[in-house]
């Protein structure tokens, strides 16, 4: 089978974990791997699903589990012109965070039974699903504390679900060092690394092993968009960790602390990402802290 593609997950500094849904066709839906444990609930269109060396059939109900670095994929049996508003809903989380999470909270233990088994693959039972499907559903749009609620809810009923199986064989094992050998991985970890320094497309390409050309084909592949997509969006992620951290600290300062180099520029971006100003999204806040305060 074809080397997997790294899918680069963004989990927000201020989330725990990441739920979102999606249509058909999208840019994850290809052979692909990731570090993080996914829950993937197909919604709509039934076809084949892959999971580390095991090949099967799915339709709407198909609940699956995959542990870290675990290739997967789901194809639709559907006409090449076919578009599906609403395909399936993700529910992605880390190793670290299961960690965290246990040990702050030890009535979790159990669970450790289902996550080891994830690294083959889990298939839930049509029962499991169906109680599972509507807390996913209600997850996407959660907020707050209900957020929380809601995803310990659902690894609840994974944890104590009866007659799932795993999908791999026992002998299959992910190699994510072979899987991330390839320069473009070395590109993010840069990316991450130096986020506020300046750099381009001819920095990045050199460190992969890449002409500029190849490494922005590989870069989109990987993860989805093109390179200034991604830097702006890491960028702004960081400037709202910044305006709710110190609210003495001025906009233009925010602006060059966060690798933005253009004051116009970065309201702009701003404003595309969070469909506010970052003065816009101050005042909410601290209207929203002084609301809390209050009460």
């Not at 709407?60 to 395909?87: C, E, F, K, M």
């Not at 990316?191 to 922005?216: C, K, R, V, W, Y």
Request: charged share 20%; glycine share 6%.
């Amino acid at each position: 089978m074809l080397k997997p593609d790294l899918e680069v997950v963004q989990i927000g500094r201020s989330e725990s974990f990441k739920a979102w849904e999606h249509g058909y066709p999208f840019h994850t839906v290809r052979w692909h791997f990731h570090p993080e444990y996914e829950i993937h609930h197909v919604v709509e269109t039934s076809g084949r699903y892959f999971v580390g060396d095991f090949i099967g059939s799915f339709e709407p109900g198909n609940l699956v589990l995959t542990g870290p670095n675990l290739p997967h994929n789901w194809v639709s049996d559907v006409p090449d012109d076919a578009q599906i508003p609403l395909r399936n809903r993700v529910l992605q989380f880390t190793e670290e965070f299961v960690a965290k999470a246990t040990a702050l909270f030890p009535e979790m233990a159990p669970c450790a039974r289902i996550m080891e088994a994830s690294r083959r693959g889990v298939l839930f039972t049509p029962k499991t699903a169906a109680e599972v499907g509507p807390l996913l559903a209600e997850l996407i749009p959660a907020r707050g504390v209900r957020r929380l609620e809601l995803f310990l809810a659902i690894i609840d009923r994974l944890c104590s679900a009866e007659g799932a199986r795993p999908l791999s064989s026992a002998d299959y094992l992910p190699d994510p060092s072979g899987f991330m050998s390839e320069g473009i991985n070395a590109a993010l970890a840069f990316i991450n690394a130096n986020l506020t320094e300046p750099f381009g497309e001819a920095d990045l390409a050199a460190i992969a092993g890449l002409s500029p050309s190849a490494f922005s084909r590989s870069f989109r592949r990987h993860t989805g968009m093109a390179l200034v997509k991604y830097v702006n969006r890491l960028r702004i992620n960081l400037a709202c960790q910044l305006l709710m951290g110190d609210e003495a600290r001025s906009i233009t300062d925010i602006c060059f602390s966060s690798g933005f180099n253009n004051i116009s520029n970065f309201n702009r971006q701003f404003l595309a990402q969070k469909g506010m100003t970052p003065s816009e999204f101050r005042r909410l806040l601290i209207g929203n802290i002084s609301a809390l305060a209050a009460q």
